[in-house]
C-alpha cells in the first residue's frame, strides 16, 4: 500500500467532496409538519485519490455512515458537490445515475440484511448483470462463477441461500456482489463490525488484496480505530456531521492534533499488561445533531475548552495534518 | 435445474405444514370436497349419468336438454330421469338409466304428497338428510350451497388480496403525501356501514339480472369493503422491507423501483400474508353465510348455507333436521377451514414450538 499525499497535483482525486450537507426533515405534531432539521452531515470536504482508501471515523450517530449513503446516492444531499472524476453526481436522476452506479459501489454492515434471503447465491451475483444488462445468461453464469472464485466461495456455492453460510462468508458475498460491476470506488460501510474478530481480518485481507488486483479506492467507514488504521492510507476523523481532522494513518496515531482524535487514540486498547495508558474518557454523549451546540460542536465536552470554542465555529486549517479546534490557530 | 426449485426455507415451511396432521388432512379434506364439488352433477343431480334408450347411448349430465318424447316418452318437456328409470324397470326393457348417487336437483321441488312441505330423512325415496320447506333436498342443496360458499370465497380472497397488496405496498413503498392521504381516505371508507350498502344496492338492482350477474355484484360490493384491512399488514411490512439494506443494496446498483418491489419486497412480504389467506376464507364464509341467513346474500333459488339456516330455526320444532344438517354442515367447514389456518400459522411461525403443537 502506498500512501499517496494530499499535496500530489499531478494526480486527480477520484471523489472530491466539497461543503456536503444532508439536512433530514423533523416532521413534528399531528400535521407533520417541518420545524427543525437533523444536520447528519453538515459541510463536509474531502478527496479520495484513485487507489486510495481513506477511513472515516467517529461515533454511532456522527453522520458517517449518511456521509456514505449521500456518495453513493442512496440519498439526495441537500447541499454541496460529489465530484466523481470531475463530475457533479450529487444532483443527479436515476436514469442519468446508471453509468456511475457501475462505478461507486457499496458494501454493508450486516450481510444478513443486505443479502436478500429468498434469492440464491447465483441470484445475487447475477442481478448487477441484469440490471445493467451486460452480457447474456451463459456470460453472466461464467462472472458469477469467477466472482466467487475471486473472494474465496466454492463454485457450488450459486445454488445455496445466503442463511446457509457464516458471517465471514455472507459478507465474501456482498463483497463479490459489489466488484461486479468493476467499480473505481467502494464505500465500505463498517464491513466487519458485524464479524468476528477472527474473522475480521480475513475480510480486511480481502478488500487490500482485491485494492491492489483491481485499483480499488475505498472510503472504509468504522467506528473501531484499530480496524481503520490496518487498512487505511489517510483517516478522517468526524465529529457530529462535521470532518475535525485528516490526516495520514501513521501520522493520525503519532501525532493526534484535535482532542476528540487523541480521546479515540487514547481509547484504542494496547496488547500489553504492562502498558499504562492515559486513557482520556470523554464525559457525556454525543450532543443531538437536531440541537447542535453553539460554536464548535464538540465544546460541551472537551477537555481543553476556551471561551471562543462556544462563540465560533472552527474551520479545517490548510496545512498537512488539517485540523478544526481553536487550540492551532 | 427443476421446473420448480422451491426455496429451502419454503420447502421447510412446506414440510412442518405437513407434518401438523390435523391441519394437513383438513387441507386435503377441503382440496378433495372442492375437486369433488367440480363435478359434482355427476354425483347429486337429477339428471341422469347414462341412460341407454334402443341401442343408443345418452349422456344427458352435461349435454343439452332433452324432452320425454327422446325417449319414448309422452311429454315434451325435459325428462324426468328417476320416472324414467321407474318406467324402464316396470316395462322390463332392455333399457335402463343410471342415476347420480343422489337423483336430485338442488332446485327441483320433490313433494311426493303434492304440498310442499319439510320431509324427514328418508333412505328410501333417496333424501338422505331430508326436504326443506319446499320439498328440495337437503343434501343436494348443502352440497352446492358449499360449494359455492368455497368458491365465493376463494374468489373473494384472492380480489381482496389483489387490491389490498397492490395499494398498501403502493402506500409503504412511495410513502409520504401518498400514504398520508390514502390512509385517511382508507379510514372514512371503511367506516360505511357495509350491510346497508348491500341493501341499498340491491334494493337498486333492476329485475332483469341474471343469478350470476347478482352474485357477482355481492362479491364486488363485499370486496369493495374488505380489501382496507389488508392494506394495514401490507403498508407496514413494506415500510420494514423497504428500509432494509437489502434494498439499498438493490438501489446502489441501480435497480429500477419496478424490480425493487416485484423482485425484493414482495417475496419478502407476501409470505406473512399467506398465514391470514386461511382466516379470511372463514370470515367470508361466515359473513355470507350471515347475509343470506339475513336475506341480503345470494339471490334466491340459489342453494346456500345461510338460507337453510334461516328456514331452519322457522320450522325448529317441526323440522329440525333442517338446522341441524345446516348447523352442522356450518360448523364441520368453518373447523376445517380454521384447522388449515392453525397450521399454515404454525408451519410459518419462526418459533418451532407453540401451544399448538
Given amino acids: ?329 | 435445474m427443476s421446473l420448480i426449485k422451491l426455496n429451502p426455507q419454503t420447502a421447510k415451511k412446506l414440510r412442518r405444514f405437513r407434518e401438523i396432521k390435523r391441519g394437513y388432512y383438513s387441507f386435503l379434506i377441503l382440496v378433495g370436497f372442492l375437486l369433488l364439488s367440480l363435478m359434482g352433477e355427476m354425483l347429486i343431480n337429477n339428471r341422469a349419468l347414462i341412460v341407454s334408450y334402443e341401442g343408443d347411448l345418452y349422456f344427458p349430465t352435461y349435454s343439452a336438454f332433452h324432452p320425454g318424447t327422446d325417449f319414448g316418452l309422452d311429454y315434451p318437456y325435459e325428462t324426468n330421469y328417476r320416472d324414467l328409470q321407474r318406467h324402464f324397470e316396470e316395462t322390463g326393457s332392455d333399457n335402463w338409466v343410471l342415476m347420480p348417487l343422489i337423483p336430485y336437483s338442488p332446485f327441483e321441488n320433490d313433494a311426493s304428497s303434492g304440498i310442499f312441505r319439510p320431509e324427514a330423512p328418508n333412505a328410501e325415496r333417496q333424501h338422505y338428510l331430508g326436504t326443506d320447506t319446499t320439498s328440495r333436498d337437503i343434501l343436494a342443496r348443502l352440497f352446492y350451497g358449499t360449494r359455492i360458499a368455497l368458491i365465493f370465497s376463494i374468489g373473494f380472497m384472492a380480489a381482496v388480496y389483489l387490491i389490498g397488496v397492490a395499494v398498501g405496498c403502493a402506500m409503504g413503498y412511495l410513502g409520504g403525501m401518498f400514504d398520508i392521504l390514502s390512509q385517511r381516505l382508507i379510514e372514512i371508507w371503511s367506516n360505511i356501514p357495509f350491510l346497508y350498502m348491500v341493501i341499498i344496492v340491491f334494493s337498486v338492482i333492476p329485475d332483469g339480472f341474471t343469478i350470476f350477474a347478482r352474485i357477482l355484484i355481492l362479491l364486488s360490493v363485499m370486496v369493495l369493503f374488505s380489501w382496507t384491512s389488508m392494506t394495514y399488514y401490507m403498508r407496514t411490512e413494506t415500510y420494514k422491507e423497504k428500509s432494509r439494506d437489502y434494498v439499498a443494496a438493490a438501489r446502489v446498483l441501480g435497480a429500477s423501483n419496478t424490480r425493487i418491489v416485484f423482485r425484493h419486497i414482495l417475496p419478502n412480504v407476501l409470505s406473512t400474508l399467506v398465514t391470514f389467506m386461511p382466516f379470511t376464507i372463514v370470515s367470508a364464509i361466515s359473513a355470507i353465510t350471515a347475509l343470506d341467513f339475513l336475506g341480503f346474500g345470494l339471490p334466491p333459488p340459489t342453494p346456500s348455507l345461510g338460507e337453510l339456516l334461516k328456514q331452519g330455526t322457522q320450522t325448529l320444532r317441526t323440522a329440525p333436521w333442517i338446522v341441524m344438517s345446516a348447523f352442522g354442515t356450518l360448523v364441520v367447514l368453518l373447523t376445517l377451514v380454521t384447522f388449515v389456518g392453525e397450521a399454515i400459522r404454525e408451519s410459518f411461525d419462526p418459533k418451532k414450538f407453540t401451544l399448538y403443537k
Fill in chain 1, 1 to 329: 500500500m502506498s500512501v499517496i499525499p494530499l499535496q500530489v497535483k499531478s494526480v486527480d482525486p477520484i471523489l472530491s467532496v466539497r461543503d456536503l450537507k444532508m439536512h433530514f426533515p423533523v416532521k413534528e405534531g399531528i400535521f407533520m409538519r417541518t420545524g427543525r432539521f437533523n444536520k447528519a452531515v453538515d459541510g463536509v470536504n474531502f478527496d479520495i485519490m484513485p487507489g486510495e482508501t481513506l477511513g472515516l471515523v467517529g461515533e454511532s450517530g456522527c453522520g458517517k455512515s449518511t456521509l456514505g449513503r449521500c456518495i453513493s446516492r442512496l440519498y439526495q444531499p441537500t447541499a454541496g458537490e460529489i465530484r466523481f472524476e470531475g463530475r457533479d453526481i450529487a444532483t443527479l436522476k436515476r436514469k442519468e445515475l446508471m453509468p456511475f452506479r457501475r462505478d461507486i459501489q457499496m458494501i454493508f454492515q450486516d450481510p444478513m440484511e443486505s443479502l436478500n434471503a429468498r434469492h440464491t447465491v447465483g441470484q445475487i451475483l447475477e442481478e448487477p448483470f441484469q440490471i445493467h444488462r451486460i452480457g447474456d445468461r451463459a456470460y453472466r453464469q461464467q462472472r458469477v462463477k469467477e466472482l466467487l472464485d475471486v473472494v474465496g466461495l466454492p463454485a457450488r456455492s450459486v445454488t445455496r441461500y445466503p442463511f446457509e453460510f457464516s458471517g465471514g462468508q455472507r459478507q465474501r458475498i456482498g463483497i463479490a456482489r459489489a466488484i461486479a460491476l468493476n467499480p473505481k470506488l467502494i464505500i465500505c460501510d463498517e464491513p466487519v463490525s458485524a464479524l468476528d474478530v477472527s474473522i475480521q481480518s480475513q475480510i480486511l485481507n480481502l478488500l487490500i488484496d482485491l485494492q491492489t488486483e483491481y485499483k480499488l479506492s475505498y472510503l472504509f467507514i468504522a467506528h473501531d480505530l484499530a480496524v481503520v488504521k490496518h487498512i487505511s492510507d489517510r483517516i478522517a476523523i468526524m465529529y457530529l456531521g462535521r470532518i475535525v481532522e485528516t490526516g495520514a494513518g501513521e501520522s493520525i496515531y503519532r501525532t493526534a492534533r484535535h482532542p476528540y482524535t487523541q480521546s479515540l487514540i487514547s481509547a484504542i486498547p494496547v496488547p500489553d499488561p504492562h502498558h499504562h495508558s492515559h486513557r482520556q474518557i470523554l464525559v457525556g454523549d454525543v450532543p443531538s445533531p437536531i440541537n447542535p451546540p453553539s460554536g464548535c460542536s464538540f465544546h460541551t465536552r472537551c477537555p481543553k475548552v476556551m471561551e471562543v470554542c462556544r462563540q465560533t465555529s472552527p474551520v479545517l486549517s490548510q496545512d498537512q495534518q488539517p485540523v478544526a479546534c481553536h487550540l492551532y490557530e
